[in-house]
């Protein structure tokens, strides 16, 4: 069996346009109708939908050796020598006869630099025979010049009952055994991650031992668990409250970071969230964009707070 398929994130991507929740999916089904496609240009929360709606497309356009799939977020893909050396490459070829073009799927394309957008700006426009797919979470991100050459599609998150239903049919396909207390206990899992489906879902089957799902103890992985203390300082910052319980709470919060922490993944969470003040999230987005740059991730992560406390403070 394929080691993905021992992954229920993936062993349960929807396959067709037709087992993706959507909108567009009359839209996107003309296009496999047609077999034809303008340049596309997907955005929105992780985890609705975007990339496997993009690796569907693909898949039905053009065969595996007509697609390349880029993370756009990989240090060794995210600039202009990527774009000049093999992207371009890639479409100087031309596509197999059962292809209706060479698509470039470029995942997480809000991290590639602007070099590299000025760049692509240019290809986009040379070949005739290749089509580009971008996915990111933040559109404001993606240079106009990109966009106005894309037909762009807005991702809305799903709703947490779906979120739900569908996590729930995942466990029974699994014949994993789950009560009404578990059920409680999912809806937890959904309003700390929403609206990351595959974090959700990465979580349940780490928890499903020995075909029962135990959700009891400390059910948090380690992002799950900064996110919620940040969200808490952060509340009791809003509501000026500055007691022993903030002191504990920060106290906690340092001794959660580590060095390999997903912190990409924890400001996003908490950048997300529509109860933190506008002001508090201008902070918050300065220090995720700066973050790559830091010498220590952890001391960074903690300026952040001391900062939004030293706001509070003013």
Request: charged residues 25%; neutral net charge.
């Amino acid at each position: 069996m394929d080691v993905l398929e021992n992954l229920w994130v993936e062993k349960y991507r929807p396959k067709d346009i037709k087992s993706v929740i959507t909108p567009y999916q009359n839209e996107f089904q003309k296009f496999l109708t047609s077999r034809s496609i303008p340049h596309l240009l997907f955005y929105g929360p992780p985890g609705s939908g975007k990339t496997s709606i993009a690796r569907i497309i693909s898949s039905s356009l053009a065969n595996k050796e007509d697609i390349l799939e880029v993370n756009g977020s990989a240090k060794e893909t995210r600039g202009i020598d990527y774009v000049q050396n093999y992207i371009e490459s890639f479409l100087r070829i031309p596509q197999n006869k059962n292809s209706s073009y060479r698509i470039v799927f470029i995942d997480e394309a809000d991290y590639l630099t602007i070099t590299a957008f000025s760049s692509l700006r240019h290809i986009m426009e040379k070949y005739e025979n290749g089509r580009f797919i971008f996915t990111c979470n933040y559109i404001n991100k993606i240079p106009e010049p990109i966009q106005s050459r894309c037909q762009k599609f807005d991702f809305k998150a799903l709703e947490k009952s779906d979120i739900k239903d569908f996590l729930k049919s995942i466990l029974t396909s699994e014949e994993i055994y789950f009560d009404s207390n578990t059920e409680n206990q999912l809806d937890e899992i959904i309003e700390n991650l929403y609206p990351d489906i595959r974090s959700m879902i990465n979580l349940i089957q780490k928890h499903s031992i020995n075909g029962t799902l135990n959700l009891t103890g400390n059910i948090q992985n380690k992002e799950f668990n900064i996110i919620k203390l940040t969200k808490n300082i952060i509340y009791k910052l809003a509501k000026k409250n500055i007691d022993s319980e903030l002191s504990n709470l920060i106290k906690s919060l340092v001794n959660e970071l580590e060095y390999d922490t997903d912190y990409h993944f924890i400001y996003t969470k908490i950048f997300d969230d529509e109860n933190i003040p506008f002001l508090f999230k201008i902070i918050i987005n300065k220090y995720a964009n700066e973050h790559s740059n830091a010498l220590l991730p952890k001391m960074h992560f903690m300026a952040m707070i001391y900062e939004i406390l030293k706001l509070v403070k003013q």
